[in-house]
């Protein structure tokens, strides 16, 4: 496979891929589990999901390492595991890909807050991050994704630079919409956001999660106004909704085929999905894109 900078350099869209938590509760996983946990207790299932999406036609494969750092580890006492869930999470995905995708590292937040708000320091967000990438060092890129909190992310991004220099990284944030334009829950904008990210060390910026598609491609054209770089979107399929004790996301796969024309023109790069997305998603962007 060609570098996948090169690829997005030279214009090409390329296809991400969708939720895995949301399709780690169709499969059974219950709340108050660690759903990092399913890498070392039900790897097949995980090979599955890989194996859908890159059938959907996912150039990028995300590992199920979303809360794999040692400090959000620590929230069901498994930080000494970190090393052996991330390695083993990357040598599924390695193994689906078959070269035929690139494996990306999902790196979520620390659910721990930042001095002087919270008791937690730099460093120790820093050294956790480092612990996480350096046992996800078979990868080919790094994704550090649903951040709020600008600081923190800046620290990832400079942790998988520092152990990780060669691979790129990936980064983005989940921002809601406010009377004054986009803005994080820690009160970051669009444009700043895409500054800090880029000043810390991050190839690719852009967004996931968020309140539905047609946000996400407002949130996409304040990111391509801000930087000549590629950008990252993975929408959620919209607001969750509880329908008979069972949570449904809104956005069918037509929905997301109907806005990926919107959303190459407001300058996504990568497109993918979020929360609520399975491989039919996936499925009919890869058709529009083609
Ligand atoms: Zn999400």
Do not use: W
């Amino acid at each position: 496979m060609k570098p996948l900078l090169e690829r997005l350099q030279s214009g090409e869209i390329l296809v991400g891929d969708g939720a895995i938590g949301s399709m780690l509760i169709a499969h059974g996983l219950e709340s108050g589990q660690c759903p990092d946990l399913i890498t070392l207790e039900a790897p097949e299932v995980l090979a599955a999901i890989g194996r859908q999406y890159l059938e959907a036609g996912s150039e990028l494969l995300t590992t199920n390492t979303f809360g794999a750092s040692p400090l959000k580890l620590a929230d069901y006492g498994l930080d000494d595991k970190a090393e052996e869930i991330n390695r083993n999470a990357v040598a599924i995905l390695r193994e689906v890909a078959a070269g035929e995708a690139y494996v990306s590292a999902s790196c979520g937040p620390s659910g721990c807050i930042l001095e002087p708000y919270g008791d937690t320091s730099e460093e120790a967000v820093y050294t956790s991050f480092e612990r996480q990438m350096s046992a996800l060092s078979d990868v080919d890129v790094i994704c550090i994704e649903t951040m709020s909190d600008l600081r923190e992310a800046t620290l990832a991004v400079r942790a998988a630079k520092a152990v990780q220099p060669d691979k790129p990284v990936l980064a983005t944030m989940t921002f809601d919409e406010t009377p004054r334009g986009f803005f994080t829950i820690m009160g970051t904008s669009v444009a700043d956001a895409c500054a800090g990210l880029l000043e810390a060390g991050a190839d690719v910026v852009g967004s996931n999660c968020g309140n539905g598609l047609e946000k996400m491609i407002e949130i996409a054209a304040d990111f391509r106004a801000a930087t000549a770089s590629p950008v990252l979107i993975q929408s959620n399929a919209g607001q969750p909704v509880l329908e008979k004790g069972v949570v449904h996301y809104p956005e069918s796969p037509d929905f997301f085929a109907e806005h990926t024309p919107d959303m190459i023109a407001a300058g996504a790069s990568i497109i993918g999905g979020c929360c609520g997305t399975t491989p039919d998603h996936i499925r009919a962007v890869r058709k529009v894109i083609q």
